[in-house]
């Protein structure tokens, strides 16, 4: 199983960083395997490099979006995917994080980063466990003369 931790970075950081995402995926590394007291100094640093995700725009967007069956399970609050070729995802919302977990092909994860990279531009996804990261649409830098 996949599982991606997913932050919508402010805008301008967004520019700092790019080129330099390893920088944002240390820091998430750090977070989740180091102490109580070493995580609560990088919890204020992921939330002055992030900005909350508003939640309700992202339910509102990805319902008016939706162009496969993707479904929104109310107790849990999660949206869930099955493909016909048995791949699987599901995203867990929460304002300062979104967490995407899938199996099978990258089909379904796929889905939920398309919808994600059109909803906002800054958005990064990382795979802790896997050291995979990037961004779900990245910048074009344009240079003026």
């Known amino acids: 199983m996949r599982e991606y931790k997913i932050y919508l970075i402010s805008e301008p950081l967004s520019i700092e960083f790019y080129g330099r995402e390893h920088k944002i995926y240390q820091l998430v590394n750090e977070y989740y395997y180091s102490s109580k007291e070493l995580r609560k100094i990088i919890e204020k640093q992921l939330q002055y490099i992030t900005e909350p995700i508003p ?7 990805i319902r008016k979006n ?8 109310e107790e849990t609050g999660e949206y869930l995917l099955e493909l016909a070729d048995g791949a699987k995802a599901q995203l867990k ?3 300062g994080e979104l967490i995407l977990y899938a199996n099978g092909s990258l089909d379904a994860e796929t889905i939920f980063f398309e919808l994600l990279r059109k909803f906002r531009s800054t958005f990064i996804a990382i795979d802790v466990k896997d050291e995979r990261f990037g961004w779900l649409r990245p910048i074009a830098y344009q240079k003026y003369i």
């Open 93 to 95: 919302m929460n304002p």
């Open 66 to 73: 939706n162009p496969y069956q993707i479904y929104f399970h």
């Open 55 to 61: 939640l309700f725009e992202l339910h509102t967007f």
